[in-house]
């Protein structure tokens, strides 16, 4: 049975997935299948890193739901196995809240740092600009704090309907690759100055 504590607002949280995510190695390899599969052997290319050390964290992951086996694939003699990120386990998700300050702060690092070399590897390779309905926006507010509740409520709105076109797209894509589309939802409270 998984080990589980009270979080402040009665919810509960599996401290195996704390624990599975807390590993750098581990937020990275969740980051790079989030709507794609890909085999411990193409994610080790493409951290170079060994097989053996991604191959290790990939069954971490696996082991606390984290991501699911899509497909496996006959490769020399051996069988690869290919994986994805299953839903609601992504970065960033809004019950991660509801983990230790102590781990949200390592996850919240290296899901601001992917999400930052994913936008630097668009504007590189050209590809942010070129859809007419590509969005890209961000506002400061001043609110008080039943505003910053139905702002969160916005958010978690908007994050469930995506999650929705998400799922509805993996259906109709049946396993194959789609368009890598990269979201991003966030309202912090901004340091005073």
Not at 52 to 57: D, E, K, M, Q
Not at 98 to 125: I, M, Q, W, Y
Request: a negative charge; charged letters at 25%; glycine letters at 8%.
């Amino acid at each position: 049975m998984p080990e589980e504590s009270r979080a402040p607002d009665g919810d509960t949280i599996d401290q195996n997935l704390v624990r599975a995510l807390s590993h750098p190695m581990r937020v990275q390899i969740l980051e790079a299948l989030q709507g794609r599969s890909a085999s411990p052997t193409e994610l080790a290319k493409k951290f170079t890193e060994s097989l053996g050390v991604v191959s290790y964290h990939a069954n971490a992951l696996l082991d606390v739901g984290c991501i699911e086996q899509v497909r496996t694939q006959p490769k020399r003699g051996t069988i690869e196995h290919f994986y994805t990120a299953r839903p609601r386990s992504f970065i960033g998700h809004q019950d991660w809240r509801n983990a230790p300050l102590s781990v949200r702060g390592g996850v919240t690092s290296e899901a601001l740092r992917t999400f930052v070399a994913k936008v630097g590897a668009a504007l590189d390779a050209d590809t942010i600009d070129p859809r007419d309905d590509t969005t890209l926006s961000w506002m400061p507010m001043t609110v008080d704090e039943q505003g910053w509740r139905e702002t969160a409520e916005i958010l978690d709105r908007a994050l469930r309907e995506l999650m929705e076109v998400a799922a509805h797209s993996r259906e109709r894509l049946g396993g194959k690759d789609g368009i890598s589309v990269v979201t991003g939802l966030a309202a912090f409270e901004a340091p005073a100055g």
